[in-house]
């Protein structure tokens, strides 16, 4: 079936503007994970969901930063005001919620604040 | 603190040469540790995890828990291993993955 999928694949904003995020996870993986990577950096975690709840959101850097998934599947990266700062790719990652899983993830939104 | 540290940027060997990536952790009980690869233009895909114990793509890792060290291996490199390597840990009770900074594994013909 279809892997991780990430929309849109690029973004360009000015700064200041306020940009969404989307990731349809595998269907059926009921763990999400929201990662941020900028050049030259691994990845860096900023929330995982279990079902519908944030059950670790300790990665987000601050309050622009807002996270949704309503109903246990698709989930929406929010980031308002947005910063050059903000710059980077946006990774979003799923997995079934047993020990040791494997996690899966998306191609990645390369968001580009100007 | 959690943390994951590869001292290699970039590693480039010889085909046909061993390779050994290096990953150190640092950790507060027992982590599960994983290997993560990204191909040109490709997505981030899981290599191997320790507790398999397998061998990928002829690539095998061991976890030293003295040494806190979960070092990646291959006694002969091939072309097409040339890639993006991301060394990770999580809680064994499946969590945040936290990851180090990546090795560019090059290797020459």
């Known amino acids: 079936g279809a892997g991780v999928s990430q929309t849109p694949s690029n973004k360009v904003t000015e700064k200041g503007k306020y940009v969404e995020l989307r990731c349809d996870p595998i269907s059926g993986h009921t763990a999400l994970y929201w990662y941020r990577q900028s050049l030259g950096q691994g990845p860096e975690f900023l929330i995982y969901f279990q079902g519908t709840g944030a059950a670790d959101d300790s990665g987000l850097p601050n309050d622009r930063f807002f996270a949704v998934r309503p109903e246990g599947s698709v989930s929406t990266l929010k980031i308002q005001r947005t910063e050059r700062g903000d710059s980077a790719v946006y990774l979003c990652?799923?997995?079934?919620?047993?020990?040791?899983?494997?996690?899966?993830f998306g191609q990645g939104t390369r968001l580009t604040v100007v | 603190a959690q943390r994951v540290t590869q001292p290699e940027k970039l590693l480039s060997v010889f085909k046909g040469a061993p390779v050994e990536l290096k990953c150190n952790y640092s950790?507060?009980?027992?982590?599960?540790l994983f290997w993560y690869v990204q191909y040109s233009r490709q997505r981030l895909q899981l290599l191997l995890r320790h507790i398999s114990r397998e061998s990928i793509k002829g690539f095998t890792a061991d976890l030293n828990k003295g040494e806190t060290s979960f070092h990646l291996k291959k006694p002969f490199a091939q072309e097409e291993d040339s890639a993006m390597y991301y060394c990770a840990l999580s809680r064994s009770s499946a969590s945040k993955i936290i990851f180090g900074s990546g090795t560019r594994l090059s290797i020459r013909p």
């Open positions: 990652a799923s997995s079934f919620q047993d020990k040791n899983t494997e996690a899966f």
């Open positions: 950790y507060s009980g027992s982590p599960e």
